[in-house]
């Protein structure tokens, strides 16, 4: 049975992830800021983008997602290992993005990623420290261009 501190750790955790999808919808690039560590290391190369520090990948996220019109970040329910004030998490995503290309045309691709996460319990609650993906597949409509495909 789990503890009340159990219980609030996996939910805070929970509200994190859930935070994070919303958050990078969007395109409110500064409130990462209230969801990773100040020194988090990001790693989204698994599906063809960059790495770095979060100033570095705030940026990065602006111009690499501006042209996106729409996506959903959707996220299963974590697979937690919490011990203390330090976890680690894997959960799957489910990430469908619809592009225009500035001449009114839409396409969307499909991507599914596993996120693994390391997070660290801070005096403003649970924070995202390390992120990195694994692919699973991206899947593209026909008209779609520049999007890379497994």
Same mark, same amino acid.
């Given at each position: 049975m789990m503890s009340p501190q159990q219980m609030s750790d996996r939910?805070?955790?929970?509200?994190?992830?859930?935070?994070?999808?919303?958050?990078?919808?969007d395109h409110d690039w500064q409130a990462l800021d209230d969801l990773f560590t100040?020194?988090?290391?990001?790693?989204y190369t698994?599906?063809?983008g960059a790495a770095g520090t979060l100033p570095e990948m705030k940026e990065w996220l602006a111009g690499a997602l501006g042209a996106c019109g729409m996506s959903q970040h959707m996220v299963s329910l974590p697979n937690l290992a919490i011990s203390g004030d330090s976890a680690t998490s894997r959960m799957i995503l489910f990430n469908p993005m619809m592009m225009e290309d500035g001449q009114g045309n839409q396409s969307t691709f499909f991507? $599914? &990623?596993w996120y693994h996460d390391r997070l660290v319990r801070t005096a403003d609650g649970w924070r995202i420290?390390?992120?990195?993906?694994?692919?699973?597949?991206?899947?593209?409509?026909?008209?779609?261009? $520049? &999007?890379?495909?497994?």
């Open positions: 939910l805070e955790i929970q509200d994190l992830f859930t935070r994070y999808c919303f958050t990078i919808d100040p020194d988090a290391r990001i790693d698994a599906t063809g991507c $599914g &990623v420290a390390e992120r990195s993906q694994k692919l699973a597949y991206m899947h593209a409509t026909p008209n779609a261009k $520049g &999007v890379r495909t497994v």
